[in-house]
């Protein structure tokens, strides 16, 4: 249960939702075996290893899963609708990826990680193009990592390897990029609706603060296991009130901050169901956090 501030209801559902169907939780039984959590089942395939999911403006759930490479997308009331993605180096194929956000279109942006690159999809999964290559020069990647809109709708992408964020156009041309030697290995990345950019730095155990144009704002965590401390966070998340959330992978946890880093409150890792790794996240059209 969230403390001292008590979980949402979007929050309980969907939190339900992934730890009852995900191997990711390290007690689950065998997803075969498990209990449904909506009404009707699921249909295939099953959420063997989702990374991070994102709503459109629909309420539709996309949920990015690793090991398949796939995309699955379900409705509000998370019943099956479609998946595409395969594993390979084609159009609307995936190399381990592990990020994915939806803009005010409801295309879908997905991080490509092995294959270095963004790829972009409709909301039915049309492959619509795709941008970026094996480097460190302008608009190259080593290692896309995770993706974030900002206030005037340029895409911002983390870079594990080589350590910055690259920001580009919807369409994917490049524009600037910002963060080198600023942090360790960055890996989930948010932007508030005021333009406070949350970055999590991954070997550092730390959530950086920038705004849009990458100038360092403040910073939050350390390394450990108390509230407040972070053991490998992996993803962030801005909820409607500017709160703070963050995917404590090693503590099993979600923990909650206010804007400026003070500790709010943790869902895990005794939540009824367990969660098992916690990795990423995202919110409903009403801003509450919702997460794999």
């Known amino acids: 249960m969230l403390t001292p501030v008590p979980p949402s209801r979007a929050l309980n559902a969907v939190l339900l939702l992934v730890a009852a169907l995900t191997s990711l939780l390290a007690t689950l039984a065998p997803l ?6 909506f009404e009707r089942e699921i249909a295939p395939p099953p ?11 629909q309420g539709n759930i996309y949920v990015l899963l690793s090991d398949l490479s796939r995309v699955i997308k379900f409705n509000p009331q998370g019943q099956y609708l479609l998946k595409w993605g395969a594993l390979g180096a084609e159009d609307g194929q995936f190399g381990n990826s592990y990020g994915i956000a939806v803009d005010q279109n409801d295309n879908v942006y997905v991080t490509d990680y092995d294959n270095h690159r963004v790829q972009v999809f409709d909301s039915e999964g049309n492959f619509l193009r795709k941008w970026g290559s094996l480097g460190s020069g302008d608009g190259q990647f080593s290692g896309s990592q995770d993706i974030a809109f900002d206030t005037e709708g340029n895409v911002h992408v983390t870079e594990s390897t080589n350590g910055r964020v690259q920001v580009f156009s919807p369409t994917g041309t490049y524009l600037r990029q910002w963060g080198r030697g600023q942090f360790s290995r960055a ?10 950019v949350y970055l999590v730095d991954h070997d550092a155990n730390r959530v950086r603060i920038f705004d849009e144009s990458g100038t360092p704002l403040g910073e939050f965590g350390s390394v450990g296991t108390a509230d407040g401390q972070f053991a490998n966070p992996r993803g962030v998340k801005v909820d409607g009130e500017g709160n703070v959330l963050v995917t404590d992978t090693g503590g099993k946890r979600v923990q909650k901050f206010s804007p400026s880093g003070t500790f709010l409150g943790k869902i895990g890792p005794s939540y009824p169901g367990a969660l098992g790794v916690a990795r990423g996240m995202t919110s409903d059209a009403e801003g509450e956090p919702l997460r794999d």
């Open 32 to 37: 075969a075996q498990a209990r449904p959590v």
């Open 47 to 57: 959420l063997t290893n989702p990374v991070d999911v994102a709503l459109d403006s």
């Open 187 to 196: 890996h989930g990345i948010d932007i508030s609706p005021t333009g406070t």
